[in-house]
């Protein structure tokens, strides 16, 4: 479903993510972990064309982005950064009702159909309570579901957050991370995501993508990529990695830095 090949993105002649591979099959969760500064939201912008790469290419569902035009991709992805912001005066239904403008001619104004979607995004997303309020408004975790819900509207197949649950409480991460979980188990969109925290990474990802300084580390299978090798190797920090009874997805203990990274 999303593909990027040899993938290198530069800033001001400096590599920000070098010769990055990535392949993310249909219905697929996968998040992409790596240290603060790895290039992780950059690789994310470069794959959803919102920053230019310097060479390699992107694909959705077989055809290459750079042939597409913005509103066929916009028909195809939607990209939701860690900072949305929306005019002081526009309210959540408001917002919600944007995500279906990339299937509408600059001239056309909604149809009744449309608005049957706007609907159905704002409920499926447990707004409907707040459909009226101003977005401004919103909690963090209210307003992460709203952006959510837009995205929704958008009908796309593949949808990319960048770390949906940052500046959230651990009631709100899980909230928002459900519904993540949800939007793909329920409607067959493919999700790729940006997460600092490995045990949510471990938990609600098919697969995970590790990158540090740019380059591709590690990837596979959250039993895999999440081990106390990889974690000493590109975080410095040793951790205890074990499986709870009865579970698939490995829980991190992070103990302490390591011997290497203290010095």
Known sequence: ???????????????????????????????????????????????????????????????ELRT??????????????Q????????????????GRMPHKKWYERLTGEDYEIVDWAIEKTGMSPLRK????????GEAQRAWIAMALAQRPKVLLLDEPTTYLDIAHQLEVLELVKTVNRELGITIVMVLHDLNQASAYSDNIYVIQKGLLAFKGKPSDVL???????????????QFPAGSLYPRIHPLRRAQAAAL
Request: with cysteine.
């Open 83 to 98: 900072s949305n912001q929306t005019p002081a005066d526009m309210t959540v239904e408001e917002l919600v009702s944007y």
């Open 227 to 241: 081990t106390t090798d990889m974690i000493r190797d590109v975080y410095g920090v040793e951790a205890e990695v």
């Open 133 to 140: 309020r101003l977005v401004v408004s919103l909690s963090g």
């Open 68 to 81: 597409l035009n913005s509103k066929k991709i916009s028909q195809m992805m939607c990209i939701l950064c």
């Open 1 to 63: 479903m999303l593909e990027a090949q040899a993938l290198t993105i530069s800033y001001d002649g400096n590599k920000i993510v070098n010769e990055f591979t990535l392949q993310v099959n249909e219905g697929e969760i996968v998040s992409i972990i790596g240290p603060n500064g790895s290039g992780k939201s950059t690789l994310l912008k470069g794959m959803s064309r919102l920053i230019p790469c310097e060479s390699g290419r992107v694909c959705i569902a077989g055809q």
